[in-house]
C-alpha cells in the first residue's frame, strides 16, 4: 500500500518562511507524480494551491510556491500571513490512482 | 463561473447503497476529468475515483473498487458516484472536483455528507 507522507504539523512567524515537504513510500517523488497541494480550513472545502508540482492556480497567492526538493515534493510559503493557518494536504499520481499525503497542520505564531 | 454543486448524501444503513451527484456549470463539462474525494470527520482527504471526459476511462481508491462507480452524463453536465456495499468507514464528507488535464485537481464543490450507521 502507496503512503504518501508530510509532516504532521508546523509553526512559523508571521512573516516568515516555510516548506511543507511530500514524500512517497515509493521513493523519490519525481515531476512524474505530478505534486499538487491543496490548502483547507475548519469547516471549508479543500482550496487548490498548486498542480503539477510548480504550477500555480490563477487565485493562488503570489507566496505559495512549488518545487521539487530532496527527492519529495514541497509547498513553500514565503511572508507568511495569519490568514495562512490551515491543513496543507499534498496529492500525488500513481499511474492512474491519486494518493493524498496525510496533512500538515500549519500554525502561524 | 464555475460551480459543482454536490447532492444526494444522507444517512445510509450499512450494506446499502446510494448515488452521489455533481452538477457542474460554468465550463465545458465534457472536455474536464473528474474527481471525487472524501474525509471522515476530522481525518484527512483521501481520493476516491476519477474519470475522463468522455466517460471511457476510470479509476479508483482500493478501498472503494467493486463497489463504487463513478460516471458522468455530458449531456446533463453531472458527475456520479454510485456507491454500494456501504460500511460504516465510508461515512465522510464527499466532494466532487474538476480535474486540471490530467496532472492535477482544480476547483472543489462544497461537499455532501454521506453517514453509514444503522
Known amino acids: 500500500q502507496t503512503v504518501v507522507t508530510q509532516e504532521p504539523s508546523l509553526t512559523v512567524s508571521p512573516g516568515g518562511t516555510v516548506t511543507l515537504t511530500c514524500a512517497s513510500s515509493t521513493g523519490a517523488v519525481t515531476s512524474g507524480y505530478y505534486p499538487n497541494w491543496f490548502q483547507q480550513k475548519p469547516g471549508q472545502a479543500p482550496r487548490a494551491l498548486i498542480y503539477?508540482?510548480?504550477n500555480k492556480h490563477s487565485w493562488t497567492p503570489a507566496r505559495f510556491s512549488g518545487s521539487l526538493l530532496g527527492g519529495k515534493g514541497a509547498l513553500t510559503l514565503s511572508g507568511v500571513q495569519p490568514e495562512d493557518e490551515a491543513e496543507y494536504y499534498c496529492l500525488l499520481y500513481y499511474g492512474g490512482v491519486w494518493v493524498f499525503g496525510g496533512g500538515t497542520k500549519l500554525t502561524v505564531l | 463561473e464555475v460551480q459543482l454543486v454536490e447532492s444526494g448524501g444522507g444517512l445510509v444503513q450499512p450494506g446499502g447503497s446510494l448515488r452521489l451527484s455533481c452538477a457542474a456549470s460554468g465550463f465545458t463539462f465534457s472536455s474536464y476529468w473528474m474527481h471525487w474525494v472524501r474525509q471522515a470527520p476530522g481525518k484527512g482527504l483521501v481520493w476516491v475515483s476519477r474519470?475522463?471526459?468522455?466517460?471511457?476511462?476510470?479509476s479508483y481508491a482500493d478501498s472503494v473498487k467493486g463497489r463504487f462507480t463513478i460516471s458522468r452524463d455530458n449531456a446533463k453536465n453531472t458527475l456520479y458516484l454510485q456507491m454500494n456495499s456501504l460500511r460504516g468507514e465510508d461515512t465522510a464528507m464527499y466532494y466532487c472536483?474538476?480535474?486540471?488535464?490530467?496532472?492535477?485537481?482544480?476547483?472543489w464543490g462544497q461537499g455532501t455528507l454521506v453517514t453509514v450507521s444503522s
Open positions: 503539477s508540482t510548480d
Open positions: 474519470i475522463n471526459g468522455d466517460g471511457s476511462s476510470t
Open positions: 472536483a474538476r480535474g486540471v488535464g490530467a496532472t492535477g485537481v482544480g476547483y
